[in-house]
C-alpha cells in the first residue's frame, strides 16, 4: 500500500500501470487518473480498505463496527474486471464515478470517485459576509436550495441570538416544504427515468414546473433564491400566493394517483426494486446515513419530528418509514413524504400567521424601502448592511435540519467580524454515498443505476 | 443544556474532559490522547451515529475563548455526536498543533465517518492516524496544497483542468 500523505507525492496509478503496453493509451489514461483515489485491484489493497469496498461493514455486529477479517480477499480469482462508471454518464446524476470490480455481472466490491465538480464553496464562504453567505450555500444542492438557505440562516440566527417573526418562520415553512416537493418529484422523476420510464420523468419534470412557477413569483428565481437570509426572508408572500398553494398541492396531490397507477403497481418496477440494494438499519447507522434512505430502513428519524426547528412542532405530519429497506421502500417513502408535505403545506396555508416577515433588527436586516427615502438613518443602515454586514458575536455553532436528502448540517465559526472564520456544510448526498458500497455489494451491474438513483445523491451537494 | 442534564454527570468517564456549553450545546475538549477514548465511551452511552467531522483553522483567531486548562492550537477536528433516543447531540472539539497536524482516526469507531476525515485531509491536511483509505477525495490527486487553510489564499492558483494546454 502508498501512502500519498506527504504532499507533492502521487499515489499509485494502478490502472496507467497495467496499460504500460500501449503509450498512447497510458498517455491518455495519464490525464484523467486520479491514482489512489481510484479502485485498485483487490491484491494492491489493504483489507480494511477492501472490507469498504466490499460493503463489508454490513457484516459485523454493531458494537464492532469493522472487522478486516470479514473481508473476502479470495473472491472471483482472475476472471474478474474492474469497469468504470461516469463521471459522464447519464444514470449517476451528474458527475459521479462509480468504479466497481465485476465478475460476470455480480458487483464484488465498489467506490465512487468524487470530486468533479468541487468548486470550493466553503472556502468561498469564508471570503462572503453573513448577507452575502445566502448567495453561496443555495447553490450547493441544486434541488433543495432553500433548505441550504435555511440551515446557512438559522445558524448565523443562532450566532446572533436574534429571534425571527412567526411570519416569517412559516413563509419559510412553507417555501422548504414545496422544495421538498419539487425535489421528491424530481427525484421520482430521475428514478423512473433510470429505470426506462420516460412517461415518469416527463410527469415529475411538469409537477416539479408547477412548484418553480411559483418559486419564481415569490422570490423572482426558479433557483439559487437567495430568499431566506439572515433575519427573515428577502421579501413577503405576493398577493394572491393562497391560490397558487392551493392549486399546487391540490394538482400534485392528484397527479401523485398517476404515479402510482405507473410505477407503484407496475411488474416491471417492482422487478427492479423490490429486494435490491438491501442493508439493515443499525449499518445505515454506522455510516452516518440519514434521510430517505434510513427511514426505508425502518429507522423514523427525521429532523423535524426528532429536533423540531422553525414551527415543525404546531403542524401535524407523519414519518414515512419502510420495513424492507429496499429501492422500492426508498421510492415509496419519498412518494409518501410529498403527501405528507402537501398536508403540512395545507396546515400552514390555515396558521399562517400575520406580521413582518423578517426581524426588524437594524443590525440584521435592511430597513424597508420606504423609510431610506426619509429617514437618514434608514439610509446609513442600509448602507452598513451591504457594504459592512452582520457581525455576530464570537461562537461556533452546529445547525441542522431535514432536507429532501436527509440531515443538512451547518457548522459556523465566527471570530466576531463580517464574514464566518468556518463555514461547514453537512452534505447529506456526501454522507450518503459511503453508504454505495454496502448497497451494491453482491448485485447486479443492472441494479446499480436504480440502487445508485434511490440514494438520490445530487453531486453539487456532494463536492461542494 | 439538553434535557437529562450534562453527560458530563452522566457518565463518570467524561469526569476528566474539559467542557463547555456554547449557545445551549454541549461541547467536550478531550485531547488527541483521549479523543477516540472518549468517542467510544459516547456510542456506548447511546449517541450511535457521527453526524459531521470537520476541521477548523484557528490561524487568524488564536485567541478565541476556550475553558480554562485548554491550550489553544491552530487546528481543530471538530465532531458532531448524535443519539437517535433520545435525540440529542454533542459535539468534541479536539485541538491539533500545526507542527504535527495528525489526528487519530475515528473510523473504527464510527465507520461513517471515512469521507469526513478524507474531506479534512484533502483540503485542511490534517492526517488521521491509521485511516484505511487516506487518498484526497475532492480535490486532484496531484494538487498540492489544503486549500482550506487559511493561509493558503483565494485566487493563488489559476482554475486548472487536467492535461489542458496552459496559457499562451
Request: with cysteine; proline share 7%; glycine share 8%.
Amino acid at each position: 500500500m502508498t501512502s500519498d500523505h506527504v504532499d507533492g507525492v502521487i499515489g499509485d496509478a494502478p490502472v496507467t500501470a497495467a496499460l504500460t503496453g500501449d503509450p498512447e493509451l497510458a498517455r491518455l489514461v495519464a490525464k484523467t487518473d486520479e491514482g489512489s483515489q481510484e479502485l485498485a485491484p483487490a491484491d494492491a489493497t489493504s483489507r480494511v480498505k477492501l472490507a469498504i469496498e466490499q460493503g463489508g461493514v454490513l457484516r459485523v455486529p454493531e458494537s464492532n463496527a469493522l472487522d478486516p477479517d470479514a473481508a473476502d480477499a479470495t473472491f472471483g480469482a482472475g476472471e474478474t474486471m474492474i469497469l468504470n462508471v461516469g463521471p459522464q454518464h447519464p444514470s449517476t446524476h451528474g458527475v459521479l464515478r462509480m468504479m466497481v470490480e465485476l465478475q460476470g455481472e455480480t458487483i464484488l466490491r465498489s467506490k465512487p470517485v468524487i470530486g468533479y465538480l468541487h468548486t470550493g464553496m466553503e472556502k468561498m464562504g469564508e471570503e462572503l459576509t453573513y448577507v452575502q453567505g445566502a448567495t453561496n450555500v443555495t447553490r450547493m444542492d441544486y434541488l433543495s436550495p432553500l433548505h441550504n438557505e435555511l440551515v446557512f440562516s438559522l445558524a448565523v440566527e443562532k450566532l446572533l441570538g436574534v429571534d425571527i417573526p412567526p411570519r416569517a418562520t412559516w413563509i419559510r415553512m412553507l417555501m422548504c416544504e414545496l422544495n421538498r416537493i419539487s425535489s421528491h418529484v424530481m427525484w421520482t422523476a430521475s428514478n423512473g427515468l433510470d429505470l426506462a420510464s420516460t412517461t415518469m420523468m416527463i410527469f415529475g419534470l411538469r409537477e416539479r414546473d408547477l412548484v418553480l412557477t411559483f418559486f419564481e413569483k415569490v422570490t423572482g428565481l426558479r433557483m439559487n433564491h437567495n430568499y431566506i437570509r439572515p433575519g427573515g426572508v428577502a421579501a413577503d408572500l405576493p398577493d394572491g400566493w393562497e391560490d397558487d398553494v392551493e392549486a399546487i398541492v391540490d394538482t400534485v396531490g392528484a397527479r401523485l394517483t398517476d404515479y402510482d397507477n405507473l410505477l407503484t403497481g407496475q411488474p416491471i418496477f417492482r422487478e427492479r426494486t423490490e429486494g435490491v440494494g438491501v442493508v439493515p438499519a443499525d449499518l445505515l447507522i454506522a455510516l452516518s446515513a440519514t434521510g430517505p434512505l434510513l427511514r426505508a430502513a425502518g429507522v423514523a428519524w427525521d429532523l423535524r419530528r426528532a429536533m423540531p426547528y422553525l414551527a415543525y412542532d404546531d403542524v401535524d405530519f407523519d414519518v414515512i418509514v419502510g420495513s424492507a429497506g429496499d429501492c422500492f421502500d426508498r421510492y415509496a417513502v419519498r412518494l409518501n413524504e410529498v403527501r405528507e408535505s402537501i398536508r403540512i403545506v395545507r396546515q400552514i396555508l390555515e396558521k399562517m400567521p400575520s406580521g413582518d416577515y423578517r426581524a426588524q433588527d437594524k443590525k440584521v436586516t435592511p430597513p424597508p424601502r420606504a423609510r431610506i427615502d426619509e429617514s437618514m438613518e434608514a439610509l446609513i443602515h442600509h448602507f452598513k448592511i451591504f457594504t459592512r454586514g452582520i457581525e455576530p458575536p464570537e461562537g461556533e455553532v452546529y445547525v441542522a435540519v431535514e432536507s429532501p436528502r436527509g440531515e443538512l448540517g451547518c457548522y459556523l465559526v465566527s471570530d466576531g467580524s463580517n464574514h464566518p472564520m468556518r463555514m461547514h456544510i453537512r452534505a447529506p448526498s456526501f454522507v450518503n454515498l459511503q453508504s454505495v458500497p454496502a448497497l451494491l455489494r453482491g448485485g447486479l451491474i443492472a441494479d446499480m443505476v436504480a440502487v445508485l438513483s434511490s440514494v438520490d445523491p445530487v453531486l453539487g451537494d456532494v463536492d461542494r | 443544556m439538553a434535557p437529562g442534564g450534562s453527560l458530563a454527570w452522566q457518565i463518570p468517564a467524561l469526569g476528566q474532559i474539559l467542557t463547555a456549553d456554547s449557545a445551549g450545546d454541549e461541547v467536550f475538549f478531550p485531547t488527541r490522547a483521549q479523543y477516540v477514548e472518549v468517542a467510544t465511551v459516547l456510542r456506548e452511552a447511546g449517541f450511535a451515529t457521527c453526524s459531521d467531522l470537520c476541521a477548523v483553522d484557528y490561524l487568524t483567531h488564536l485567541g478565541r475563548k476556550l475553558p480554562d486548562g485548554v491550550a489553544p492550537e491552530r487546528f481543530e477536528v471538530v465532531v458532531n455526536l448524535l443519539s437517535l433516543a433520545p435525540a440529542r447531540r454533542v459535539r468534541l472539539r479536539v485541538m491539533v498543533p500545526e507542527h504535527d497536524p495528525v489526528c487519530p482516526t475515528l473510523f473504527f469507531v464510527y465507520p461513517g465517518t471515512e469521507n469526513m476525515e478524507r474531506e479534512a485531509y484533502d483540503l485542511m491536511g490534517i492526517r488521521f492516524d491509521g485511516h484505511p483509505d487516506p487518498s484526497r477525495i475532492l480535490m486532484p490527486q496531484d494538487w498540492e496544497g489544503h486549500p482550506l487553510r487559511r493561509d493558503y489564499g483565494v485566487g493563488r492558483v489559476p482554475v486548472q483542468f487536467k492535461g489542458a494546454p496552459g496559457p499562451r
